[in-house]
Nanobody, 124 residues
Framework: QVQLVESGGGLMQAGSSLTLSCTAS????????MGWFRQAPGKDREFVAS????????IYADSMKGRFTISRDNAKNTVYLQMNSLKPEDTAVYYC?????????????????WGQGTQVTVSS
């Protein structure tokens, strides 16, 4: 059983930066791509970013390109999401998820394990 634990959320001012972390249990973290999703109140969960198992390849949702950066440290079983120039519309619960494969994808059904989420609130 894989457990994913997110941390780093909080209440932020618009324009500020924040880095989320997600640490996975188990020894096979480096075999899987990882992703970040978010869900705002009353909205569906949406894709944010994903990174390949090796960390060499990343993909982003169009609205996050240039502002968010996903990275990973396989030695620490941790994936990160650095968020810059935060906007009020970035307010959501952010979830990390394990892809059931090595290649990053957008489709939510391609992820099999999820964390409990961490709240990010951006005030204007």
């Amino acid at each position: 059983q894989v457990q994913l634990v997110e941390s780093g959320g909080g209440l932020m001012q618009a324009g500020s930066s924040l880095t989320l972390s997600c640490t996975a249990s188990g020894r096979t973290f480096s075999n899987y791509a990882m992703g970040w999703f978010r869900q705002a109140p009353g909205k569906d969960r949406e894709f944010v970013a994903s990174i390949s198992a090796s960390g060499a390849s990343t993909i982003y949702a169009d609205s996050m390109k240039g502002r968010f950066t996903i990275s990973r440290d396989n030695a620490k079983n941790t994936v990160y999401l650095q968020m810059n120039s935060l906007k009020p519309e970035d307010t959501a619960v952010y979830y990390c998820a394990r892809r059931n494969g090595r290649v990053p994808i957008v489709k939510i059904t391609g992820y099999d394990y999820w964390g409990q989420g961490t709240q990010v609130t951006v005030s204007s």
